[in-house]
């Protein structure tokens, strides 16, 4: 994966040494269950999770440059159509929660959205949440992306619940003219 950085980040590749910081962010009962996955039980998994990310070469390790630790992931996945919402990519990220509120996830998410326009050449990107996810909202919303709907119980989640989805796009066309305005920079 190409490396992006940002003014405080470096989004990079994972490696099997990145299995303790991710295991700590992980493992907590907060951040896992608010991207529809169960907390990490313990570093092994962690690890398998990571040889995942390199396996599949379509999430970046979130470094922190001030400490050097890694505090979250971000990607761009293949994925499915969610209902009538056709793209070409679906964004997805996480975040340490100690890290949350401090802007770190929407100038992660503007280097990416960057990155899949300019560099992949995509047509369309989306990006979702649950509706009890406000922090992601907010991410999404401050990103630029466009509502589009509320999918009732799309997502199944780890504990078993079935859960709506709020479905958000940013097409070629919006990334554009928002980059035009300033709103975007690499």
């Known amino acids: 994966m190409e490396q992006i950085q940002t003014k405080r980040l470096i989004l990079r590749s994972w490696t099997e040494s990145d299995a303790e910081d991710l295991y700590r962010y992980a493992s907590s009962d907060k951040v896992g269950p608010m991207a529809g996955w169960k907390p990490h039980g313990n570093i092994e998994e962690s690890r398998d999770i990571i ?3 390199i396996r599949d070469g379509n999430v970046w390790a979130l470094q922190e440059k001030e400490s050097g630790r890694v505090i979250g992931s971000i990607g761009l ?4 159509p969610k209902g009538d919402i056709v793209y070409d990519r679906e964004l997805g990220y996480v ?7 401090q802007g770190l996830m929407p100038e992660a998410v503007r280097a990416v959205i960057g990155y899949a326009f300019e560099t992949m050449r995509i047509n369309s990107l989306a990006v979702s949440h649950f509706p009890f996810n406000r922090q992601s909202q907010k991410v999404i919303e401050k990103s630029g992306f466009r ?6 119980k799309s997502w199944k989640r780890f504990d078993g619940e079935t859960l709506d989805e709020e479905v958000y796009l940013m097409t070629a066309d919006d990334y554009a003219e928002q980059k035009k305005k300033g709103f975007f920079c690499r």
Do not use: T
């Open 147 to 152: 509502y589009q709907k509320r999918i009732e």
């Open 51 to 53: 040889r995942m990310f």
């Open 95 to 101: 975040l340490a929660e100690e890290k949350w509120g």
């Open 77 to 80: 996945h293949d994925s499915s």
